[in-house]
């Protein structure tokens, strides 16, 4: 199947810093790639969609001015968190779409201190 | 009501049993449906797709009820590897996919 990869796979970081994560289509081209959230033994939650070459749009509830969304290649797209509070502390997971299936990246722990 | 709704268990069982999780769904336009496997602190990965006939992969077979909209998948002589958190996925059309909250299962010697 194809292969999506994450980086990094987890991240510490202090309040109120910005954190970077990149999400990679590694043999496909994907120019949709979604961002989803998952807190402990809960459900993902789509936070947003990422379109290559235009804007994200995202979920009801979500900050797009605190979750800074890049889709710049048919292949890369970035979810930065910024100005990270305790409270954004979760397991970050991306998905590209390739045919009928989702293929997601091995996620971030992101860890706000 | 959640658009996709699951039991989240846990299931408890021993090696060999057979067991079954449901799942709801709440759009009757949903278009496709699967069941995806996710291992703790692990990305979710594709178990199998359902069907409206019906479809069987070794000791896996998912269920379409669209009628009643529901899913369902059964797993028959359960392995101690089976242990995972099973996750219904409902799309509804586009790109709107909807992930149900899980269903733990833990198989036990």
């Known amino acids: 199947g194809a292969v999506v990869s994450q980086h990094p796979s987890w991240v510490i970081c202090k309040s109120g810093t910005s954190v970077k994560i990149e999400c990679r289509s590694l043999?496909?081209?994907?120019?949709?790639m979604f961002w989803y959230r998952q807190f402990p033994k809960q459900s993902l939650m789509l936070m947003a969609t990422s379109n290559e070459g235009s804007k994200a749009t995202y979920e009801q509830g979500v900050e797009k001015d605190k979750f800074l969304i890049n889709h710049a290649s048919l292949t890369l797209s970035t979810l930065t968190v910024t100005s990270a509070h305790p409270e954004d502390s979760s397991f970050y997971i991306c998905s590209a779409r390739l045919a009928n299936e989702q293929f997601f990246g091995p996620g971030t722990r992101l860890t706000v201190l | 009501r959640k658009e996709v709704e699951q039991d989240p268990g846990p299931f408890n069982v021993p090696e060999g049993a057979t067991v079954a999780f449901n799942c709801t769904y709440s759009n009757s336009a949903s278009q496709s449906f699967f069941w995806y496997r996710q291992d703790c602190r692990k990305e979710p990965k594709l178990l199998m797709s359902?069907?409206?006939s019906g479809n069987e992969d070794g000791r896996f077979t998912a269920q379409l009820n669209r009628a009643s909209q529901y899913i369902s998948l059964l797993i028959r002589d359960s392995k101690l590897s089976d242990s995972a958190t099973y996750l219904c996925v409902v799309n509804g059309g586009g790109f709107k996919t909807i992930f149900g909250a899980g269903t733990r299962l833990f198989v036990k010697a």
């Open positions: 359902v069907y409206s």
């Open positions: 043999d496909f081209q994907a120019t949709t």
